[in-house]
């Protein structure tokens, strides 16, 4: 394995090189492998995706940043980190740990905020880095960078959520993830991610989650989710502070699964220094909920 450069120091040279509206190449990029529809028990090996070689031709479906950082990944990421997925006949990137032990007792599914790269801010690093040390595998999903992302919503599950390109990658990975034999499948979302994750699935989670954690400023319910939950409210942004108000001020229906608020006191929307703090907080949730008993959990 090697790193010519590190992640972070590289995506600043990217955001500062890359043109606003990039030029469309000319070549297609070559078909990449869906997931595989089983994998070994070994977790720490990562899924035999196809690697992209730095050279090859860039797609011209995704464009803008995405397009070129397609093309700079194989060089700064770790050679078993960095996987290829498709959804809807498109590639599209992905970053993956796994833990050092036979079968993982959980996999967590990251989603960063609409328009984010995956390793652009210190609270996606730790949730990626920090969960396999307790076990837990993470997979972190790029969102679509050509635009913002605004899905419709739907009552279709993610597997069927047509032609939104968020949706599609969802169902993708969560695929890869299943295939690991994870007892216990988590998304965690940031911001306007989490509303977009649950558009997909008209307000629910997407089917094979078992427990889901809303990171941050987002203007949704919690209506129809119908797993555990758990919900970090950065209380010096006062946008997200009211939005949860209002979700708490809502009473829970009969039946309804454990719902759980934490209130990060001096953190703002950019959860300057609680990174690790939420990471952590997160993986001890995970352990000591209950063994999934929703009907999804069976895949």
């Known amino acids: 394995m090697r790193r010519i450069l590190p ?20 070549t297609a990029s070559p078909a990449v492998a869906a997931a595989p529809a089983g994998a070994g028990d070994d ?28 093309a700079l990944l194989p060089r700064l990421a770790l050679d078993d980190e960095l996987l290829w997925l498709e959804a809807g006949g498109k ?11 036979d079968k993982p007792r959980g996999a967590i599914l990251i989603v960063p905020a609409p328009g984010r790269f995956i390793d652009e801010t210190p609270l996606i690093r730790s949730l990626r880095n920090l969960p396999p040390a307790g076990g837990y595998s993470t997979l972190a999903v790029q969102p679509p960078l050509a635009g913002e992302v605004v ?22 990975a969560l695929t890869a993830l ?15 991610s989490v509303q977009a994750v649950l558009d997909c699935n008209g307000g629910a989670p997407p089917p094979g989650v078992q427990a889901f954690a809303a990171i941050g400023r987002w203007q949704g319910s919690f209506d129809a989710l119908d797993v555990p ?9 006062t946008v997200a502070v009211a ?25 703002d929307g950019h959860f300057d220094g609680a990174d690790v703090e939420i990471a952590k907080r997160l993986r001890g949730w995970l352990e000591r ?3 999934p008993t929703r009907a999804a959990a069976a895949g």
């Open 243 to 267: 939005a949860a108000e209002r979700r708490a001020a809502k009473p829970a229906a009969p039946g309804a699964p454990p719902r759980r608020r934490v209130d990060l006191d001096g953190v």
């Open 91 to 101: 590639r599209f990137f992905a970053f993956r740990r796994a833990p050092a032990r």
């Open 7 to 26: 992640v972070l120091s590289l995506w600043s040279l990217v955001l500062g090189a890359l043109p606003s509206g990039a030029q469309e190449p000319a």
């Open 229 to 237: 939950s758990i919900e970090f409210v950065p209380m010096r942004d």
């Open 43 to 70: 977790a720490a090996t990562a899924p035999a995706y196809p690697a992209q070689p730095a050279d090859a031709p860039r797609t011209a479906e995704s464009g803008g940043r995405e397009d070129e950082l397609s």
């Open 178 to 192: 299943v295939a690991e034999g994870a007892p216990l499948v988590a998304i965690a979302a940031e911001a306007g």
């Open 151 to 172: 899905p419709a919503p739907t009552t279709e599950p993610a597997t069927s959520a047509g032609s939104d390109p968020l949706c599609a990658r969802l169902s993708a």
């Open 289 to 291: 909920l209950p063994p």
